[in-house]
Every structure is written in C-alpha cells, then in structure tokens.
C-alpha cells in the first residue's frame, strides 16, 4: 500500500473558514486527504478556536476531493453513539468513498462539559468498544436495539445510509491496538519512538490476523505534530507559543480546562519535546523523520505544522518534501 501524506486540520487554532481554505490549499499543493481535530475547547487558551468538527468536515469536503475523517471523535461522552453514527454515515453519503470514521476513548478537556463522573481509563475504554458495537449495529442499515452497561438504543435504524464508512481506532496502548486489529479496519496513532509504535504495529497486526484479516491491507494511520519554520528560533517559539502541549511528559487524558494547561504550560522547556516534536528549519530534517515511519509500516500519515504559518509550510513542504518522500 502506497504511503499517503495528508493535512491535520488543527481546529483548536483556526477560525473554521480559515481552516477550509488551509484544506482546500494544501490539497492542491498536493497533500492527500484530511484529518480534522475535534475539540469542545482547545488545548491552551492561546491557540483559540474549537468548532464543531461535523460542520467542519462538510465544508471541506465540499472543497476538496480526498479522503476526510476525524481524528478522533469520542463516542461515548458528550455524544450518544447513535449520533455519531448519523453524523458519520451522512457524512459518507455526501462524499461517496471518501470518509473514515476515527474514533476514540475521549479526554476530559472535550468531554467533561456535559457533567457526570469521568472515570478512569479502563472504563473510558469499555465505553468506546460498546459505543463501536452500537455505531457497527447501526452501520448494518437494519433496524437494532441495544441494551448494554453504558448505553440504551431504543429500536431504530439510519435512514440515510448510502454506506458504512471504515472505522479506525486512535490507541497508543498495546492491548487497545490487539482488539483494534480485531475489531476494526484500521488504526490511528500519534507519533512516538519507533520502537514505541513499531510495538504497536505489531500488536494490532496480531489482532488482525487473530480475526482473519490481512494487516497489510489494512489502513494504519499516524497523526505526526511537527514545528517547521523559516529559522530555528522562529520553529521554537511557534512549539513554545502555539503547541506548549506537545512538551508535557504526562498523560493529558483527566485535565478539564485550557487554564489549567496554560499553567502547565509554564513549566515547558524547550528540551522537552526532544523525541516528541522535530524542531527544525530544515526541510529534509522533516523529510527523514516522515520517512523513518513510512519506513516502519504507515499507510497515511497526516503532517501537522504547529505554528500559524500554514500557508507557508504547505507551500515549502509541498515542494521540498512531499515529492522526495519514498512509499
């Protein structure tokens, strides 16, 4: 399968109609598809945005041609399964063949806003496989009920339904990976140490092969953050200003508010993103680190640049590092 290299639309930094115009122009300049964040509330007040990521998705579709998913919604909290599937399976008949629906066991940041307890992580995760059950069932086209430990769905169908769009699940973990090679069609990861997702590779190719599928032919999907600008101090303090996130060494899943991240914040040097987030002016420094994990088994990997430079680094990557990339 021939790596594809798409735009992560960072809906925690761009007005919406900003960002479909970024969509629109980096699809031109040659990058293959979309994958959209969805946010509640962005990360750091700083970065300032966060529609709704349905809305956002329509619209660019309406103005580009690739593939386009989110990346990643949780279907389990702030919103029922059964929307998500509506939302996804309308989305799928605008744009025949051209929507994946990547789903996710959700943070506090986005999902806490409707109140309620917010458990722990091993629970989040036996909320997200029921709410893939249900979303499956609904997928079907026939009409399905379900009674489980977290979610009732009274009898009903979809009746907008041209296709079932490919589900891919966003995991880090390696027990998520194993059922997510199972149970789903692909698989979406952030970047890491090679031999952190070369691990998790491995682990959800097992799974495939467990529920006889051939994890070659399955898409495996990584969301790479990265800080490309003219200088090295400009690239830096894009990281520093715009993306602090990036360089907190913990786990973000049970933090409610950007305030409290903006504090965080603070404490965020700049030798920590070393082996997170590639600070460079380079454009073939950026070139080997996207090719060592095309190298490592990813079918799509989706660039984001975390400085506001966009139209800037579209342009310069479309020219210099696209076009030497090796499937």
């Known amino acids: 399968m021939t790596a594809q290299i798409g735009y992560a639309a960072m809906s925690e930094q761009f007005h919406p109609t900003e960002l479909v115009e970024l969509c629109r122009r980096a699809e031109q300049a040659g990058f293959a598809g979309t994958m959209a964040a969805d946010h509640f509330q962005p990360w750091v007040p700083q970065q300032g945005h966060a529609p709704f990521v349905w809305n956002l998705l329509t619209a660019v579709g309406a103005v580009t041609t690739g593939d386009l998913g989110p990346g990643v919604t949780c279907p389990s909290f702030k919103m029922h399964p059964a929307l998500v599937a509506q939302a996804s399976a309308t989305l799928a008949a605008m744009y025949p063949g051209r929507h994946w629906l990547g789903l996710g066991s959700g943070e506090a940041l986005n999902e806490h806003v409707v109140g309620g307890y917010w458990p722990e992580a091993p629970d989040r995760l036996r909320r997200m496989w029921e709410a893939v059950a249900i979303i499956r069932k609904l997928f079907s086209g026939k009409e399905v009920k379900h009674r489980g430990e977290f ?165 310069v990557f479309a020219r210099e590092v696209l076009p030497a990339l090796r499937s």
Request: no cysteine; glycine share 8%; aromatic share 8%.
């Open 151 to 315: 979610f009732t769905l009274e009898k009903t169908r979809l009746w907008t339904l041209d296709e079932a769009p490919p589900i891919h699940i966003a995991t880090a973990g390696p027990i998520t990976a194993r059922r997510t090679g199972r149970e789903a069609d692909g698989i979406i990861t952030p970047g890491a140490s090679l031999d952190k997702v070369a691990g998790i590779l491995a682990k959800f190719a097992e799974g495939a092969r467990e529920a006889g599928k051939d994890p070659d032919a399955m898409p495996k999907v990584l969301q790479l953050h990265l800080s490309w600008a003219p200088t090295h101090e400009h690239a830096l303090a894009n990281a520093m200003t715009e993306w602090p996130n990036g360089g907190m060494k913990f786990g973000k899943g049970d933090i409610r508010s950007p305030y409290d991240f903006e504090q965080m914040a603070k404490l965020v040097r700049p030798e920590d993103f070393e082996g997170r987030l590639l600070i460079s002016a380079d454009p073939d420094a950026h070139r080997a680190e996207i090719q060592r994990f095309i190298d490592a088994g990813f079918t799509h990997v989706y660039l984001h640049n975390v400085g506001r430079n966009q139209a800037e680094w579209i342009d």
